[in-house]
């Protein structure tokens, strides 16, 4: 149980372009998600939370215009990364808490973003 | 800010040994702590979590300690095999499910043969 999906797990998007990341829990209910950014050989550091039905909170330093994120179900969370620039290029990672969760905090496979 | 850090950023150990990977954090306020599991490429896979009420918790081949007088973490790794080649992170968290976790820096566990 308590399995979080990410998609895609990898993609390459031109610069100026807007990329989207899904982060699904699949056997429970998450109330409340959260985003994370890691660059190589870095750890993972917190980029926004989001609760269903309502705007997300980001951490400061995050460009909330740049980096939308919109919880509209129990289930699923998006991370757009809008007009995104080589320096965007990381590995996104989400992670769901949920009640039913045994583990309070359960994390996705990761999605590398690559902007050329 | 307040943040949770390593001491070690690579740890070497013989297969079969044991390993102690260590973690200080400054938030005194921190009351769940977490290991976490990373291999390359992939999500953090949960380890081991302790909370702030304990200081000792044991798991299959794991064991965590904590020492909230000095702030101080460890995960302890019995019998060391291949398979737990690894980036290990230390996490905490002082405010429930409500908030994220704040990672340490990562210790890379290298199992050598």
């Known amino acids: 149980g308590a399995v979080v999906s990410q998609h895609p797990s990898w993609v390459i998007c031109k610069s100026g372009t807007s990329v989207k990341i899904e982060c699904r829990s699949l056997d429970f209910q998450a109330t409340t998600m959260f985003w994370y950014r890691q660059f190589p050989k870095q750890s993972l550091m917190l980029m926004a939370t989001s609760n269903e039905g309502s705007k997300a909170t980001y951490e400061q330093g995050v460009e909330k215009d740049k980096f939308l994120i919109n919880h509209a179900s129990l289930t699923l969370s998006t991370l757009t990364v809008t007009s995104a620039h080589p320096e965007d290029s990381s590995f996104y990672i989400c992670s769901a808490e949920g009640q039913v969760s045994r583990y309070g905090y359960t994390f996705g496979s990761g999605t590398r973003l690559t902007v050329v | 800010g307040e943040s949770v850090g390593l001491h070690l950023p690579t740890l070497s150990v013989q297969e079969g040994d044991n390993s102690i990977i260590n973690c200080a954090y400054s938030?005194?306020?921190?009351?769940?702590f977490i290991w976490y599991k990373q291999e390359s490429g992939k999500g953090p896979q949960f380890i081991i979590d302790i909370r702030s009420n304990m200081d000792k918790r044991q798991g299959q081949r794991v064991t965590v300690l904590l020492n909230k007088t000095v702030k101080h973490l460890s995960l302890q790794i019995a019998a060391t095999q291949p398979g737990d080649s690894a980036v290990y992170f230390c996490?905490?968290?002082?405010?429930?499910?409500?908030?994220?976790?704040?990672f340490g820096k990562g210790t890379h566990l290298i199992i050598q043969p």
């Open positions: 996490a905490e968290n002082s405010g429930g499910g409500a908030d994220g976790l704040t």
């Open positions: 938030n005194s306020a921190s009351d769940y």
